[in-house]
């Protein structure tokens, strides 16, 4: 493509916990790019299997390891990367993932050409065929409109800006940060900057812990104005009359695919995540002094 000769200068972002599983797939696939003047600035929150262990193996002078510490977060992990990233374009990826060969290219294209501050890839969860079970953590995005930081990329001079992301979430900054960021202009949609997300399967702890997302809805709602997902002020109504009425958890069984034994496994479990989550979310209700069901 050129873009070297005109001293272009990216910067890969990843920030990983405890990714020994998945961490030399995606690794592999961001050093075997078409186009090669990067770095890839890592960020390990303090991880307690063999993540560093991993990375080291890889003798490429393009990766640049740091470990905080002390546990800081998604959030605050990603700005530290932000802070050591050197390069004109960031792109952010997960250590879950594995990017497609012309993956920086295909951002760089559309940065460079489509009058815009950032882009958007599309995401497949394991693979455009895989259909996923109750058990699947899917994380995927076809159509655009989601902005995950497992395939995003922005101008550097933009996330400073704006002061990079809200350390208050652990869950949906991407989307907070995009919010932010489309003040200053355009993101766009690149079907061709393709990520896979590898398989990732809930335990019954994690499962249960994903109902903290719901206290990120009351930072979204807040600072945003985004009710999705609300009815009036109440959030994820459903969820919310299952509580009082436990026998309409067994919609689930309509709603989703239950197939394997971690899918079964997980439904008694269920009432547990419904109330963990409204207790979250009513916490940080009472934090952000904002008054939502």
């Known amino acids: 493509m050129g873009f070297e000769e005109l001293g272009t200068s990216v910067s890969i972002l990843l920030t990983l916990r405890n990714a020994e599983k998945d961490v030399g797939k995606c690794l592999t696939s961001l050093l075997d ?20 262990e991993i990375i080291q193996k ?7 390891y740091f470990r905080n510490e002390r546990l800081l977060g998604l959030s ?10 050197t390069g ?6 997960d250590g ?23 882009i958007e ?3 497949y969860y394991v693979s455009k065929e895989y259909k996923p079970t109750r058990s699947d953590d899917v994380v995927d995005n076809l159509t655009g409109g989601q902005y995950p930081t497992c395939n995003m990329s922005y101008m550097k001079s933009t996330l400073n800006s704006i002061g990079g992301f809200d350390e208050r979430y652990t869950y949906m900054e991407d989307r907070d940060l995009a919010s932010r960021a489309k003040r200053l202009g355009k993101i766009r949609f690149n079907p061709n900057m393709i990520v896979i997300h590898q398989k990732k399967t809930f335990t019954w702890r994690g499962f249960v812990r994903k109902g903290c997302i719901a206290r990120n809805r009351v930072l979204i709602y807040k600072k945003l104005n985004d009710k999705s997902f609300f009815i009036w002020r109440i959030l994820y109504p459903l969820n919310l009359v299952a509580i009082f009425f436990p026998p309409l958890i067994i919609r689930s069984f309509f709603a989703n695919r239950y197939k394997t034994k971690e899918d079964f496994a997980l439904f ?3 009432y547990i995540k419904l109330i963990y989550e409204r207790l979250s979310f009513w916490d940080m209700c009472a934090r952000e002094k904002v008054f939502l069901i």
Do not use: H, M
């Not at 790019?33 to 560093?52: A, G, L, P």
């Not at 890889?58 to 640049?64: E, I």
């Open 121 to 123: 890839g599309k995401t």
């Open 96 to 118: 879950d993932c594995i990017v497609s060969k012309n993956w920086i290219e295909e951002g760089l294209k559309y940065l460079k050409t489509s009058d815009c501050i950032g």
């Open 88 to 93: 004109d374009y960031v792109f952010f990826t």
């Open 268 to 270: 008694p479990f269920t």
């Open 58 to 64: 890889f003798k490429d002078q393009r990766v640049k």
């Open 76 to 85: 605050a992990s990603r700005n530290k990367c932000l802070k050591y990233a």
């Open 33 to 52: 790019q078409t186009f090669t003047d990067f770095e890839v600035v890592i960020v390990d929150d303090v991880s307690t299997d063999k993540t560093k």
